[in-house]
């Protein structure tokens, strides 16, 4: 990875123009036979902003992403909830770098919610470097936590940077999890499960979709996919 000093390109949230699909866990419902669906994801398009939980339910999420620095540099988090600080790098959520280079922080985020979210470098000069490509994307779990594990995108599609941009669409219900690819480029994908399971990693060319195994009757809820 390179060091943080040299880094010399920086992004942005991808906010405008920005019309991407988010999936929203409804909740578990019987069907004929007897089966359940399981918490299936309806689709809600979001764009720059997200709708609340139903009944303000929340959950904890932890934030937690590798990135070298130089001293006096600190990296946060922010994404398109007020919790996250709405976009703001003044109201950014700080990491501890107290198990460096992983750097680390949980936020308690409304529950069965689409989130979109970045990191950032803040240096002491006042300067700030986002990390590059898209936005990041999760669905927040109905109940429970989860955690993000992440490496920080010091150049465009660097593999295993975590949590996948919000240009992978998803659906998934208790028996599938389907990832969409509307980026411009190939992607390894993998489900990235509540528990912190992983499935095995597949390669998603640009305007495909491939079907991974869903929650289960375990209910272990697809939250993410992961770029492996």
Not at 46 to 60: E, F, N, P, R
Not at 96 to 125: C, H, M, Q, V
Not at 206 to 224: E, K, L
């Amino acid at each position: 990875m390179k060091a943080l000093n040299a880094v010399s390109q920086t992004s942005h949230p991808d906010r405008e123009g920005s019309h991407m699909n988010h999936f929203r866990w409804s909740a578990p419902r019987r069907l004929m036979g007897g089966l359940l669906t399981g918490a299936a994801l309806v689709a809600s398009c979001v764009g720059g902003s997200t709708a609340s939980a139903a009944q303000g339910d929340q959950t904890a999420v932890a934030f937690t992403v590798t990135a070298t620095s130089v001293w006096g540099e600190d990296v946060f988090v922010t994404g398109n909830v007020p919790e996250l600080g709405s976009w703001n790098p003044d109201k950014a959520v700080p990491l501890s770098a107290s198990d460096y280079p992983r750097w680390g922080a949980s936020a308690t985020l409304p529950a069965n919610t689409p989130i979109e979210f970045k990191y950032l470098i803040k240096r002491p000069n006042g300067s700030i470097s986002w990390e590059v490509g898209d936005n990041r994307a999760l669905t927040t779990p109905p109940r429970g936590s989860f955690t993000s594990l992440d490496t920080f995108r010091f150049t465009p599609d660097v593999p295993a940077s975590g949590t996948a941009p919000a240009c992978i669409v998803s659906n998934t219900s208790w028996r599938y999890a389907m990832a969409g690819n509307t980026c411009r480029t190939a992607y390894p994908l993998q489900t990235v499960h509540q528990s912190g399971a992983r499935s095995a990693c597949r390669e998603v060319l640009p305007g495909t979709t491939a079907t991974f195994p869903g929650h289960g009757t375990s209910y272990d809820y697809v939250v993410a996919f992961a770029h492996c």
